[in-house]
């Protein structure tokens, strides 16, 4: 507890996937929470493509995608009918090893997380709230209060809030957070199903001024089939609303639930929300770091907020690491706001245009949203570029930090700052690789001469594969190589295939790679 490096406020998934990647890299962590237990009635569901291929990297994913329920496509139902069926298999399973949308309830996730970083020596210290943050050039200093009322400090080298859209952390650091509310009021259900829909898919239901989005699951305990229900607070017919504090399921609108011909044979919770899009100002200031919904909260259209969360993890843990342990100068940190920043505002920007066609009232809205918008996403879901396109965006597989100080070059169509690209449908799994947190360079083709000697001196991982038509189907260049950061993003793309480039990276930012032992590997041959 003495040397503790980093100090996280908040163990929702943001927070445990944060320590987790940080105890894998050696880095002491102390993680805190206010709530004395975890959370049970959460509302967070999917799990996206991407997600679980940063999950792949710890070893988690098979276990993550064995404990969800795999949903393989979303139905759109109008006034009792269904008017699409978009399938993920056939939109992803070219791009990445898990072409579907996990459900997966968010109170189950955090306990699997829970038990791999208590694995890691790592215990999340419940009822205890960060209530005061001291920061200087040389570490933080942060004011924890325990379960007790009694009050300690801890000293560390960073602190991290990632205490959710009410952040303390980002209270004290004073940071804008700027965006709104909007109007309505939505409910979220988790209930007991049986009918048609309770067949593991993703199923939309729209009908004149109502919703419903319902997402199947199995309850791991006993095996059955449960839903969780999101839709927007109309009230049916009351000669007297009841108030919004006081609703209660039976009190809502059901006319899109019924519909879809399922029948609700229990209701396990219900709770009612207001929805925000918002995205803090500042992402770091000095030595403490947001993350997750501290820095931004969103629209739940497209399932992206955890995943988010999480990959703000994921791109913050490898460079603190290698900050904290001296491999890398405090400022490859800002690169962490810039390319996060820029996600989660064109995130909100993104859903906030799709949930305001779903949510919006008026004879208008109701006939784009019934009739116009089915119609547009069926025909469109059939040409395959597009349902490509739409696959990247749904499963955060098309995220890219083109425009990061970190990012260099192009080879391909690959620019730095994309995602490696998956050639593992039909050639071989190049993600395969990615066992652990380290800098890797992959060459697809013939390296040149002294590049895997550089790689081994270098501590980065030299990755070699035999060139395949699914390689240049994916948009790399034969012979290039490419050097990718420990998150799977592509630094440098190297059209020639120059270890002197590598160097020339590296030494431009000050940034030394974690020692490897016998990173020499041929793959794929």
Sequence with gaps: MDETEVVIAGAGPTGLVLALWLARQGVAVRIVDRNAQPGSGSRAMAVQARTLELYRQLGLADEVAAAGLRNPALNVWVRGRRRARLAFGDAGRALTPFPFVLIYPQDHHERLLVHHLERAGVRVERGTELIGVEAGDGGVRACLRGPDGREWPVDGAWLVGCDGAHSKVRHLLGTDFAGGTYDQTFYVADVEVSGPPADGEIHASFERADFVLLLAYTRPEDGRAMARLIGAVKQDGAAEAVPEHALQFEDVRRRAIEALGVEIRGVNWFSTYRVHHRVSSRYRVGRVLLAGDAAHVHSPAGGQGMNTGIGDAVNLAW????????????????????????????????????????????????????????????????????????????????????????????????????????????????????????????????????????????????????????????????????????????????????????QAYFAARDIKPAPVAASVRRAGG
């Design 319 to 502: 460079k603190l690491a290698a900050v904290v342990q001296g491999r890398a100068p405090a400022a490859l940190l800002d690169s962490y706001e810039r390319e996060r920043m820029a996600f989660a505002r064109k995130l909100v920007e993104t859903t906030d245009r799709v949930f305001s066609v779903v949510t919006a009232e008026g004879n208008l809205a109701d006939v784009v949203r019934t009739r116009i918008a089915p119609l547009v996403a069926a025909l469109a879901y059939g040409i395959e570029p597009v349902r490509a396109t739409l696959f990247r965006v749904l499963s955060q597989t098309g995220i890219h930090y083109r425009d990061s100080i970190l990012s260099e070059g192009q080879a391909g169509r690959v620019h730095g700052g994309d995602r490696l690209p998956w050639t593992g449908y039909e050639g071989p799994d190049n993600h395969a690789t990615f066992d652990g947190v380290a800098w890797q360079a992959h060459v697809y083709g013939e390296p040149k001469p002294g590049f895997e000697a550089w790689c081994f001196d270098a501590g980065v991982m030299a990755r070699r594969f035999d060139w395949h038509a699914a390689c240049g189907a994916a948009g790399l260049a034969r012979d290039a190589v490419y050097l990718v950061r420990p998150d799977g993003h592509v630094a440098l793309a190297e059209p020639d295939g120059d270890p002197a480039a590598l």
